[in-house]
């Protein structure tokens, strides 16, 4: 089997014979070997996957041009298979320009929501096009992508495939004038290898929980199974308004490290320090340049491109001792307690419900903002069960990775018993209750690529402890009242079942009338009554 | 402060200016803002990442060019700080020629690992060139590099950067003749910001480990606090023999998804389908690809060239079909039971060890080896801990996101109470035990890039159960057999207590003299032993 083997890898080599095998490894070669690590370790959740970056893409272009979203997803079975399925996502949003469409969709590491700082869905710039190569892998099919901009200009048509070698799009057909009659919008289709089954992490399930997180979506979804026009599901907006816009914002002095500092001098306009400083950061007005540079014994004055290594020292340390505002939160879009209740109470059916959402805060220099719902008791829900989170990060639901996330911590590391909740030691607290939890931020410290987890800031875990916290009160409350009632309910049931024998027993001892009887009966119940409300 | 906003990104933005800001991400700046991915999440991590990098590559080269490794780690803070750190790890391995020095150091995924199925420490070209680029990041100060390839040759002398834009790198300093005494070697110097912290989950604790899975390895470590030489810590190598050579092999066809049959169609230099099969795949003999053919109903002298879309898909089906070998295993390159004994016999004081290497076998046509050994008992381990795990992956420990590893999953899943150890549901069983776990295999799937745990693979977690069982079972004996010895001293000491008394009665009762007494007393015993025996 001698010529199976590279030749190349022998013991006892020279580091020549090494250097002959050292070579570049595309990224998207790399992501292909390790396709796990964007969430394409097996059908059920490549086809999840698939959906959720073609869905979140939609929704950002939507709300990037501020149309509210009309989003359709059809899922089908391909002819005469169970295990591929072709995965097709209409948005109307604003469309690409044609030449964006093949680097976009058939390129990994592309995009515009990489390098600004403000809440979106995507920030990679990875995960549609790795959901295209992910179909190209398993089924050989390119992606297919119908777009337009505007109803003056007619739509473009492309199937696109990857060259993972070069991890460059390789247009496989363009035209113009392709069938596709909407005003502006756009529309993928992937055929990949899948697995579709219904419950929990399913399609379904994340198309629900977007739904509830995005009340301004309106979402049509035709599911495998779906025969007719009337399987379809439908999820109408519950309101017009679109999500207050995130804007984009500066790096704050807080979150800045010595490499990202020389880079932002480098590539800055600005000609002095001092303008260098309030032109690049945000919240650095000229007082606090100046200061920086007092700390830093800087020059404000002195030439941005004459700044020594030991300057730069200087400036980097006293951009984290300077005190400065927090960073402006303008950049984020969070989704507010009125809509969070509405979602819930549309979606989960439950006795009571809350909804807190906190003043926006900061983690290494990137804002965020914590919200929470909950909805509790009713029949829909187990008792005993541990409690279902729903989590989502800049309102798309993550539904893998549960126990590693942020969220999950927050969630076991708060004392539930403090509102009446049986929990077991470092578990989920037991009862009938849905956990809704929204994590918004400029920049999402994900787990990784497959974006299912959010990492273990404190600052994070602290917020959302917070605002669980306030949840858990009112519910506490609600829950005490609850029981004060079943109690108030169980002594009347008392009252009203023993007065009449009373009464029966009154009347054959004193020998009452009918009248009598009932009036006393009558009587003992008043009495009875506002003793047990003393 | 509209200034500071970038104007490009606004509501009710067109395609057109959309478009303006789509533009490409590298791979170092990616991985520069996603740090956390990598293991360089916080200061302790990211000292112990630094440090694994560079052992882990200076164990492959060496074993790579048949040297015994010998491997010297220097960690010292910067001058006048305690957050800054220079990483200093020098090897005895083969060198690194001049021009490839650049591109190892100074580069995200480049390499001569990932495109090999074999086993190897590294595999993914990231991680030396990622811990450089923190160092850049946190410190500013450029990695140093000196190598040499002979003694007849002058070493090399580098200072490289990394163009995070650009992913390349960029020499700032290169001369030849530097004083770099060796006869062939390479020495890497990273400074960067880290905390410094024994204990687990710290360089000493990660060090400790290699020299345990790595027993031909003599590493010398010289902490930040060593002040003197003899301060140093020296483990020495317990064999000469190097590790059995690791063979590169071809892909298996049973992992063959249809997107890299394509690729390896592109890029075979066979003519006809047959010799293609027979070429590139292991364990594909003329007999087995005529049946792959026959299968697929393709001519098996078809030209390559000339195959389309619906042959190829009947091909990549008729690969997954076909009766053919499990892949050859000599790409694995196992420790021995004999050496994880040895192993943990040194590090690890305990009154019982065992140990088990398991047979090769097969994940996703990935061939896989699992070794598991056991340190039970003494005075150095609580009884009423938890376990401890040492999890390996090619020879390296794993620190990191323990709950998160197959290996867990496979020792929680395990019963352990059948081996007389206490066990809480749904986790790690208490003990005074030690638990090493190495999972050996061409191509280890992390959970991500900083390799800290290994996905949840079926077959994976089977096999380690499968070994966990076989150690438990010897431990369980020697459990049982203390634990009978502990009972048997129990009741001689029961014995030896009250027969001297019931002698002194039946003296008294029965007028013994001295010496029958006596004669009754050893009687009496022998009968007892004798009815406990049975």
Redesign the interface.
């Known amino acids: 089997?001698a010529?199976?083997?590279?030749t190349t890898?022998r013991?006892?080599?020279?580091?020549?014979q090494?250097?002959e095998?050292?070579?570049?490894?595309?990224?998207s070669?790399?992501f292909?070997?390790?396709r796990?690590?964007l969430g394409f370790?097996n059908p059920k959740k490549a086809l999840l996957t698939a959906v959720k970056e073609a869905v979140d893409n939609a929704l950002d272009?939507c709300?990037?041009?501020?149309i509210a979203p009309d989003v359709e997803v059809t899922l089908k079975a391909v002819k005469g298979t169970d295990d591929r399925f072709t995965v097709t996502v209409r948005d109307n949003g604003?469309?690409?320009?044609a030449?964006?469409v093949p680097?976009?969709f058939g390129?990994l590491?592309?995009?515009?929501k990489?390098?600004?700082l403000?809440q979106s869905r995507g920030q990679?710039?990875i995960g549609i096009s790795a959901a295209g190569m992910y179909g190209?892998?398993?089924?050989?099919k390119p992606i297919r992508v119908w777009t337009r901009?505007?109803r003056r200009k007619p739509p473009d048509y492309f199937e696109l495939r990857i060259d993972?070698?070069r991890n460059r799009p390789e247009v496989l057909h363009h035209k113009q004038h392709e069938e596709f009659d909407v005003a502006?919008g756009t529309q993928l289709e992937i055929t990949l290898e899948g697995r579709y089954q219904r419950g929990r992490q399913s399609v379904d399930d994340f198309l629900l929980q977007c739904a509830v997180a995005n009340p301004h979506l309106r979402l049509v979804y035709d599911p495998p199974d779906a025969a007719t026009e009337e399987q379809k599901i439908v999820y109408e907006r519950a309101t017009t308004e679109?999500p207050i816009?995130a804007?984009?914002?500066?790096p704050h002095p807080y979150g800045v490290?010595?490499?990202?500092l020389?880079?932002m001098m480098k590539a800055s306009a600005a000609q002095r320090v001092s303008s260098f400083l309030q032109?690049?950061?945000?919240r650095v007005s000229k007082r606090v340049a100046d200061e920086i540079c007092r700390l830093a014994e800087v020059d404000p004055k002195a030439k941005l491109r004459s700044v020594k290594?030991a300057e730069?020292?200087r400036l980097h340390r006293a951009l984290s001792k300077v005190k400065v505002m927090a960073p402006?939160t303008d950049c984020l879009s969070p989704i507010g307690e009125e809509l969070i209740l509405d979602g819930l109470q549309k979606e989960v059916e439950a006795d009571f419900y809350a909804a807190k959402t906190r003043a926006p805060t900061v983690y290494r220099g990137n804002p965020f903002q914590i919200e929470v719902g909950v909805a509790y008791g009713g029949e829909s829900m187990g008792a005993e069960d541990p409690v279902r989170l729903m989590r989502f990060a800049n309102r798309v639901p993550l539904l893998y990775q549960q126990?590693?996330c942020a969220v999950f911590k927050a969630a076991v590391g708060t004392d539930w018993r403090k509102y009446q909740l049986t929990q077991p030691r470092g578990a989920l607290p037991l009862g009938p209750m849905i956990v809704f939890i929204h994590v918004a931020s400029a920049?999402v410290?994900?787990?990784?690529?497959s974006k299912e987890a959010i990492?273990h800031y404190p600052e994070i875990i602290k917020e959302i402890k917070l605002a669980l916290q306030e949840c858990g009160r009112e519910m506490s409350h609600h829950i005490s009242r609850k029981k004060r009632q079943a109690v108030e309910a169980k002594k009347r049931s008392y009252i009203d079942s023993f007065i009449p024998h009373i009464g029966d027993a009154l009347r054959d001892i004193l020998a009452l009338s009918e009248k009598d009887r009932e009036k006393a009966v009558s009587n003992l119940r008043d009495v009875l009554e506002k003793s047990r409300k003393m």
């Open positions: 089997m010529s199976k083997r590279r890898a013991r006892g080599e020279s580091a020549q090494m250097a095998r050292q070579r570049e490894i595309s990224v070669e790399f292909t070997k390790n796990h690590l370790d272009a709300e990037e041009a501020g604003p469309g690409i320009v030449r964006q680097h976009v390129r590491l592309y995009g515009s990489f390098h600004r403000r990679q710039g190209q892998l398993t089924t050989g901009t505007s993972t070698k502006h679109l816009e804007k984009e914002i500066a490290e010595l490499g990202m020389l880079e032109a690049e950061f945000s290594a730069l020292e402006p126990s590693a920049w410290p994900f787990t990784s690529e990492a």
